[in-house]
Structures are given as structure tokens and as C-alpha cells.
């Protein structure tokens, strides 16, 4: 069974979401019966320009669907025996890097984002005489979902990009119609990130400068994660490009000096920095009271660096546990918007690779001022690029810790010699290994799916 969300209209024409279980697996024919038949009157599928306003602003639907397995995969934490015996399987398997393809909502919960990114851009078509400005919100905007939630489950369930393989390598099922009885085909690579640029670029000039609500996308937060994809591919050129363009719209960074140390949640949600709003659910494996701060992670901040206490906080074991998180929540939801931050180091990262010290310098020095006590930090000057790109890296991984972005770092960086890495879990007296790009960095589709569509397995 697979899970179809329609909308119901309510009479102050905002949405919320009815879950309508569709039999997928009786078959097409089935399928096509049970849409075909007549809906309730409170069913509908937009018509207006105001029905898929309503729609954008579903955060629910269209903000929260990020897959969070990466991060349970990645090495910023670690789990005891008895917390790691207390996850569910699936949580246990991602932890453990084991094949596994009952995905759930890691998998199933993107795809619904991008079915409404779908509906919104085959609406729109259908309403000539709309508000043009409103118009190219919304087509911008589902072109921008679309784009950013077919590049997130790229970093889970295709392979690390390569320039050299791309044509071949198998990439995800791309999802452009709504129509739920086109079954879905593997793309490569290439195709894959094609069709995510192609998307995000379209976004660009049809989104506003500015954000009415941080939740919605805009031509900032276009430009950054086109930034954070190119940068994946390893185009570091263009990624710097991207990330300038996003930074010469906005640049805001939080001074962390007015920052509450001891506050439970110490960043608000739309918080100065934050560029685009966007989260997982929770998993379970991430809460504070199971996942412990790796030690030589937690070791590597300096003792003025206020991160130190700003993200962390004490268990009554000795442990630290993560606090620091953009959503505003307490719980292990992630953040996975956009943020100043990532992309002043981006710009950084891409400087120093592209041989333009001063200016990853600068970027480098901007960002850390504002991580550091007041009148303790001391800039950086090296004029070595070698070491100048390893103190990015590393304050790449203090900084955007807990976003889900260390494990594409990861699949990225083990492409490159000097920063291959092998990781490392202890369970039960049993050591696990994954190596620099192991098989396991491609998470296994989901059963369900491959069962229905018959798109093929990863290895």
C-alpha cells in the first residue's frame, strides 16, 4: 500500500493534509478505477491561485520531508550498547552501515513533497489571466522543492557523483508528472544532477530577492543550494560562484556572543541566519538522551570557540549531547535549510581550491569572529593553500554539524586522497568498518518501491 495525500479545502480555503490510502500493489488498472471515481466534495485538487498559495505554505507537506538517515549513518556521534539495542531495526541497520531496504520514510516521504511540487507546476498551467508575480512565486518555488528534495535522496540512494562514471552510474528515479500511474525509471547520475540543476536554475529568476515568510523559498536560498551542489559534484568553481551570488543577496551572521549558553534551544526557529526553513523528522537514534558527541569531535573546538557550549550540552554520564539545531526545536529534528553560515564557507572552500587565498581567508575569519569570545579570536594568515583548505574543512565539520551534510562531505572527500577517510562503530564487542567509498556510502531503494515499479536495485 502506498500512502496518496490529497487535499481538503477547508471553508477559510487553508489546507491540510488527508491521508487516502491508495492499493498501488492491485495494479494500474485498480489504480485508475479508484481515481476515476467521484470524490468527495470536501476532496478537491487546486483551481485557484489561492488554492496553491495555500499549498505553498502546507510546511507540514513541503518543508519537513528531508530524509535523516545520512546523519544517523554519519560519524559526528556515537551510540552504547543499550541505546543502540533500544532503536528500531531500520535505526540499527542505518547506524551500522548493514544492507537494508526497509527505508520508509526516508525514501517515501521526499517523493510526496516532490508529488506537490508536481501538482503546483500542472496547475498552473491550466489558469491563464493569474497575478503574474504570484504566479512566478509558485512556479518558482515548486521548481526549487523539486530540485532540492530530488538532490536529497541523490545523497542517500545514488551513487557519489564522478565526473567520469556520471553517464553510467546509476542515479534515483527522477519524478517530473504528478500521474502516479507513470511508474518510475532509474536515471544516471548525470541525469540526475541535470535535471536538479536544471530545476534550481529555472527557480532563480522567478523567485523573490527577499523572502515573505523564511519558509518560502527565494533566489538566496536557489543560489545556496546550488552552491551545495555543485560542491558535491566537486565543481568547486561554480560553487563558488553560486554561494557568492547567495551571499551578495544575504549575509547576516549571528554573533554568537549574544547567544545563550545555557539555554536549552539556543537558536530560535528563522533565526537571523537562517536563509531557507527546512527539517526531518526526528529519528529516534539522534535524540540527546541516546547520541553521544564523538570525543575527538567535541575535543577540536577551542576554549574560547563558544560553539563548545553553545551546541553542546552535558549528560550526567560525562557525555555531550547536540542542542544546537536551527529548527528551533528541542527534539532530534535536523535543519536542513539553508543557512549564512554553510554558505560563507562554501564560498571558502571554493577560494582556497581555486587558489584565491585572501578570499578564503576572509570568508574563514568573517565566520570564526563570530564564534569566538569577544577580543579572543585570533585571525588566521597562513598563506599555505594546503593547510588553508584543511582549516575549512575542519571548521566545515565543527560548524554545520547535525544538517545532514556530513555524509555527502563524506562521500565527496573520499574521492581525494588526502582527505579519504575510513569510519569506524563499536557494538556489542564487534568492530564495524566502512571504507572510503564503500558500497554502503548508497543506501538501498526501498523495498515497497522496487517491488511496485520494478526500477532497479542498488547493489
Not at 149 to 164: G, I, M, N, S, W
Not at 316 to 331: C, D, E, V
Not at 433 to 438: A, E, K, R, S, V
Request: proline share 5%; with cysteine.
Amino acid at each position: 500500500m502506498k500512502i496518496l495525500t490529497l487535499l481538503y479545502k477547508t471553508t477559510k480555503t487553508n489546507y491540510r493534509l488527508i491521508p487516502v490510502l491508495l492499493l498501488v500493489a492491485m495494479g494500474t488498472t485498480a489504480c485508475k478505477k479508484y481515481l476515476e471515481a467521484k470524490p468527495d466534495q470536501k476532496i478537491t485538487t487546486p483551481s485557484t491561485i489561492e488554492d496553491l498559495e495555500g499549498m505553498l505554505d502546507n510546511y507540514s507537506a513541503l518543508n519537513t520531508h528531508y530524509p535523516s538517515a545520512s546523519e544517523v549513518s554519519a560519524d559526528n556521534f556515537y551510540l552504547t550498547d543499550a541505546d543502540y539495542t533500544s532503536l528500531v531495526e531500520r535505526q540499527r541497520n542505518f547506524y551500522l552501515w548493514q544492507k537494508f531496504d526497509d527505508i520508509g520514510g526516508d525514501y517515501t516521504a521526499p517523493y510526496n513533497s516532490i508529488f506537490y511540487a508536481n501538482i503546483m507546476l500542472e496547475t498552473l498551467n491550466s489558469l491563464p489571466g493569474s497575478d503574474p508575480a504570484k504566479v512566478n512565486e509558485i512556479r518558482g518555488s515548486a521548481l526549487f522543492l523539486r530540485g532540492a528534495y530530488h538532490y536529497a535522496l541523490a545523497q542517500l540512494f545514488a551513487v557519489p557523483y564522478d565526473e567520469q562514471t556520471a553517464g553510467t552510474d546509476l542515479g534515483i528515479p527522477l519524478r517530473l508528472k504528478s500521474d502516479i500511474a507513470d511508474l518510475p525509471v532509474r536515471s544516471t547520475v548525470a541525469a540526475t544532477y541535470t535535471s536538479v540543476i536544471s530545476d534550481l536554475k529555472a527557480a532563480v529568476p522567478l523567485l523573490p530577492a527577499t523572502p515573505v515568510l523564511k519558509y518560502r523559498p527565494t533566489k538566496p536560498a536557489a543560489y545556496a543550494v546550488l552552491a551545495r551542489v555543485y560542491l558535491s559534484m566537486r565543481k568547486y568553481e561554480q560553487a563558488g560562484l553560486y554561494a557568492d551570488s547567495c551571499l551578495q543577496l544575504y549575509h547576516t551572521l549571528i554573533n554568537y556572543n549574544t547567544v545563550s549558553a545555557s539555554s536549552t534551544i539556543p537558536f530560535k526557529q528563522f533565526n537571523d541566519e537562517v536563509i531557507y526553513d527546512a527539517r526531518t523528522s526526528p529519528p529516534a537514534a539522534l535524540s540527546s538522551a541516546r547520541a553521544r558527541i564523538d570525543t575527538t569531535l567535541f575535543g577540536s573546538y577551542a576554549t574560547n570557540d563558544l560553539r563548545k557550549t553553545v551546541f553542546f550540552k552535558s549528560n550526567t554520564n560525562g557525555s555531550k549531547a547536540f542542542k544546537g539545531n536551527y529548527t528551533g526545536l528541542s527534539n532530534a529534528s535536523l535543519f536542513t535549510g539553508c543557512a549564512t553560515d554553510e554558505v560563507l564557507l562554501i564560498r571558502a572552500e571554493a577560494a582556497a581550491r581555486n587558489g584565491n587565498t585572501q578570499a578564503a581567508l576572509n570568508d574563514l575569519n568573517a565566520l570564526l569572529t563570530t564564534r569566538y569570545k569577544t577580543g579572543t579570536y585570533v585571525p588566521v594568515t597562513t598563506s599555505d593553500p594546503g593547510q588553508l583548505l584543511t582549516l575549512i574543512l575542519q571548521e566545515r565539520r565543527k560548524e554545520l554539524l547535525y544538517r545532514t551534510l556530513r555524509w555527502t562531505d563524506l562521500r565527496r572527500l573520499n574521492k581525494e586522497a588526502g582527505t579519504a577517510q575510513t569510519l569506524y562503530r563499536n557494538i556489542g564487542g564487534t568492530r564495524y568498518t566502512l571504507q572510503p567509498g564503500g558500497l554502503r556510502y548508497t543506501f538501498q531503494l526501498d523495498r515497497n518501491a522496487v517491488n511496485i515499479s520494478g526500477v532497479v536495485q542498488n547493489p
